[in-house]
């Protein structure tokens, strides 16, 4: 491929191809963001409930962990291009309808219960064809580039990923503008996707479907799925439980901030949106310091990324006050932050080239999956006692440590096998 480069054992995804994919998940992750920001005000002003609110973004993730093995196929068979921009025009889609509903629903007094459905239909659309861009993405990269290039390549995303959830909710408020009030944010998140759009379509070279399933590195594709693949499937059942427990301390920690501090839901934003940048600032230090300069590898990542998110959870626990919460937050998500390139590249290390969109829809329906029932658990939990989700994410995450320690296929110094033996 031309204007490729090789360093640090690996070769590295050509730098237009990057940016694209960069750019994709940092435009997606702000809007996304931007959007469960102002949803909560949104649905108040509409006369929708909390509780209709959350459901929307439930079902949404919902369809993303189901379509997301779909659509992982498709680019298998059609390439990875296609399924990149697709996921972009469901992108822009959902932002577009969404502030079309916001701007109607004002301006005819339509009935909060006809609201409610439109925006649970349109946003679904996203949680359908949304994970078209992000399993072609993560595939894209396992394709091209290798070792620690991938590994960094990786980190990289997630890193963008991380940024977007710290600019979402940081600018979403500022652009409740006239005319559109309180769409105008929803509408200028589409319009950035269709710059992105634009910039993918000319920055990422086509590439073929066929070609690449006649491809083989030596090791035969599993026939029960990519789960089955004894190679990777330690990796995805760590992913799953880590992502499950970032979930549950993420729609936990506002409960817990309101009551520590003592205040009113809507005084109490402010040191809620405090916590969350802090420790999205901390998932970033980690993937872009730790990680991109810092040269982790897999097997370093999954230790330390759940000794920390079990530390974290330890704090919160036994030290009280905000500032401390917030310390403890950081730390977990430093961990966390961790963590994810850590199951992702080691997944994809561990497949074959057939197998890499397999995981590529696994690892993005797991994103999905994690945060459909764990969240209800963990503030069911908190209403029966407020350090009971904290007690059992540490006792779990001490689990995933030991579990990260003594599987083989985690255990196993995957650095060796590429070749990159410096960098571990």
Same mark, same amino acid.
């Given at each position: 491929m031309t204007d490729t480069t090789t360093y640090g054992g690996g070769q590295a995804l050509p730098a237009p191809a990057f940016f694209a994919l960069f750019a994709t998940t940092l435009a997606t992750a702000i809007g996304n963001t931007g959007l469960i920001s102002v949803m909560p005000a949104v649905g108040?002003?509409?006369?929708?409930?909390?509780?209709?609110? &959350?459901?929307?973004?439930?079902? *949404?993730?919902?369809?993303?962990?189901?379509?997301?093995?779909?659509? &992982?196929?498709?680019?298998?068979?059609?390439?990875?291009? =296609?399924?990149?921009?697709?996921?972009?025009?469901?992108?822009?889609?959902?932002? %577009?309808?969404?502030?079309?509903?916001?701007?109607?629903?004002?301006?005819?007094?339509?009935?909060?219960?006809?609201?409610?459905? /439109?925006?649970?239909?349109?946003?679904?659309?996203?949680?359908?064809?949304?994970?078209? /861009?992000? %399993? &072609? *993405?993560? @595939?894209?990269?396992?394709?091209?580039?290798?070792?620690?290039?991938?590994?960094?390549?990786?980190?990289?995303? /997630?890193? @963008?990923? *991380?940024?977007?959830?710290?600019?979402?909710?940081?600018? &979403?408020?500022?652009?409740?503008?006239?005319?559109?009030?309180?769409?105008?944010?929803?509408?200028?998140?589409?319009?950035?996707?269709?710059?992105?759009?634009?910039?993918?379509?000319?920055?990422? =070279?086509?590439?073929?479907?066929?070609?690449?399933?006649?491809? %083989?590195?030596?090791?035969?594709?599993? %026939?029960?799925?990519?789960?089955?693949?004894?190679?990777?499937?330690?990796?995805?059942?760590?992913?799953?439980?880590?992502? *499950?427990?970032?979930?549950a301390n993420t729609y936990t920690l506002g409960f817990l901030v309101i009551d520590r501090l003592g205040l009113e839901p809507v005084a109490a934003q402010g040191a809620v949106g405090t916590a969350m940048v802090v420790g999205a600032v901390a998932a970033l230090a980690a993937q872009w310091g730790l990680i991109g300069m810092g040269g982790m590898m897999p097997r370093a990542l999954l230790r330390w990324g759940a000794a920390l998110a079990c530390l974290g959870n330890a704090l919160i626990i036994f030290l009280p006050g905000y500032v401390s919460l917030v310390i403890a937050f950081a730390i977990a998500n430093l961990g966390y932050g961790l963590a994810r390139p850590g199951f992702t590249a080691g997944a994809s290390l561990a497949a074959s080239d057939r197998g890499q969109g397999a995981v590529a829809g696994a690892v993005s329906a797991i994103a999905g999956a994690s945060i459909v029932i764990p969240p209800v658990v963990a503030v069911a939990l908190y209403q029966l006692h407020h350090a009971t989700p904290f007690i059992v994410l540490a006792a779990t995450l001490c689990g995933v440590v030991g579990y990260a320690m003594i599987n083989p296929a985690l255990a196993e110094n995957r650095a060796r096998r590429e070749g990159i033996v410096s960098c571990e």
């Open positions: 108040r002003a509409l006369g929708i409930s909390d509780v209709l609110v &959350a459901g929307i973004f439930s079902l *949404s993730a919902l369809m993303w962990a189901i379509f997301s093995p779909f659509w &992982a196929k498709r680019s298998d068979l059609k390439g990875r291009k =296609p399924y990149i921009l697709l996921g972009l025009g469901g992108f822009i889609f959902s932002m %577009t309808g969404c502030g079309l509903v916001v701007l109607g629903g004002g301006a005819w007094a339509v009935a909060p219960n006809l609201i409610f459905i /439109a925006f649970l239909c349109i946003r679904s659309s996203y949680g359908i064809l949304g994970p078209a /861009a992000a %399993t &072609a *993405s993560q @595939a894209y990269v396992a394709e091209h580039s290798s070792g620690a290039a991938r590994v960094r390549a990786v980190a990289a995303l /997630a890193g @963008a990923l *991380s940024l977007g959830t710290i600019v979402g909710p940081a600018i &979403a408020p500022f652009l409740i503008l006239p005319p559109a009030g309180q769409a105008m944010p929803m509408f200028l998140f589409a319009v950035g996707g269709v710059a992105i759009l634009l910039f993918a379509l000319a920055a990422l =070279p086509r590439d073929g479907g066929a070609k690449r399933m006649e491809r %083989t590195d030596g090791a035969a594709a599993p %026939t029960g799925g990519i789960w089955k693949d004894v190679r990777v499937r330690p990796f995805l059942l760590y992913g799953f439980i880590v992502s *499950s427990a970032q979930a």
